[in-house]
């Protein structure tokens, strides 16, 4: 799912998911929606979007307002991922590499071993290319 549709988009598509018409989305619902941005989320990323969606009440139904807002906050996660992901990317490669990655790594408080750094190398790079680009790293974050 790309957040990079127009408000009026999200809420056209919102209104097409609500299959039922009772104004808000079940996980089934959001499911579908999901879907159709992205066919390889698992059932427990869609688990985690639903109850991110759904808001602090959790009521097990997604208003619009509930969706917009969970939009926006995500656009704002994704800008600063991707200010992250630049400011690291020291070569402007549009990739990360294993020393680029460490530099992000020793950013946080938690000081990582070099065995730590390859297993998350690993695991986020999905390509098997040796080093990670903005949507896998985008997907690693998320």
């Known amino acids: 799912m790309t957040a990079k549709k127009s408000a009026d988009e999200w809420e056209k598509l919102y209104k097409e998911a609500d299959a039922d018409c009772s104004g808000t989305l079940d996980v089934y619902e ?31 139904r997604i208003t619009l307002d509930e969706f917009k807002k969970g939009l926006q906050s ?30 992000i790594l020793e950013a946080s408080s938690h000081k990582f071993t070099e065995d730590e750094v390859n297993d998350i190398l ?12 903005f949507d896998e790293f985008l997907e690693a974050c998320t």
């Open 30 to 60: 959001l499911r579908n929606l999901l879907k159709k941005g992205s066919s390889n989320l698992t059932d427990s990323q869609i688990a985690d979007a639903f109850v991110f969606f759904d808001g602090p009440k959790g009521d097990r």
């Open 122 to 133: 690993k695991k986020a790079d999905k390509s098997g290319d040796g080093k990670i680009s």
């Open 74 to 103: 995500l656009q704002t996660f994704i800008k600063k991922l991707t200010a992250m992901f630049k400011q690291y990317d020291c070569d402007n490669s549009g990739f990360l590499d294993k020393n680029e990655l460490r530099k």
